[in-house]
Each structure stands twice: as C-alpha cells, then as structure tokens.
C-alpha cells in the first residue's frame, strides 16, 4: 500500500511537470486573440506563449500574422490534438480555412502530402511555409 502511494506520488510529479510546458486545451468558442472572431473549428485551432501568456487563434494564419516569438502549438487537423509546432507538417493549399490562408498542420507526413496532393498545396513547416507566404517570389 504504502509504494502504491509513493508511486502515484511520483507520478503525479511527472505529470505536473509536463503540463508547466504544455499548451492549454482550446474551447470552441473562445475568441481569437488576433482577428477577435469566435474559435470554431478546432482542426485549425493553435496557440502561442508570451510573457503574458498563451495567446489562442482561429486559424494558423492569424497565429503567423502575430509573429509569434516564444513556444507555438497547432492542432493536428485529423486528431485536433495540440502539438509543439516543431512536430507538426504545414500545408498551404486551396481549401478553405477560418480567415482564408489555406493552412493546416497534420502530424503525419503522408496525411500533409496527401492533402497537398489534391488541393495544388506544398508541405513544410511552419516557418518555411510562412516565409513563403510573407515574401512571394
Ligand atoms: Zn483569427
């Protein structure tokens, strides 16, 4: 009994500490922090930390509008599930996304490719897709 306390014990300490760097869950329905619109769709959802906060967005193209400086984290678009940016494969392609910037993550490499593949779109992350975006050549 008593190492089954120690051990949830330890447990719980790993689990406090995970969640000091983890991002929040994002709520349908919050508003987002750029474009001050309704969070509705949480295959598009993402977040950024300052030093203020976590800052919650609609869409990935109002998170990339914000320059976001500190720890970045998007919805997987299959899953919905929050990831760090660095995971995660961008694409920008013709398909409708909340403000119109045709951006989407997906955790699975195959997924993003597949969907660049059919919607004219290219893959990568989040940084090159967004210099790219910015800065048309
Ligand atoms: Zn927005």
Known sequence: MRRLARWSLVVSTLASCQSSNRAPAIHAGNDCARCGMTIGDLRFACESQDAHGWRQYDSIECLVG??????????????????????????????????GGGLAAFRDRAAADDVAGRTHGRVGRLAEVARRQEDPS
């Open 66 to 99: 914000d320059g976001p400086r500190g720890s970045v984290w998007l919805a997987d678009y299959d899953t919905k599930a929050l990831a760090p940016v660095e995971s995660l494969w961008v694409v920008k392609g013709d398909f409708p996304s909340p403000m």
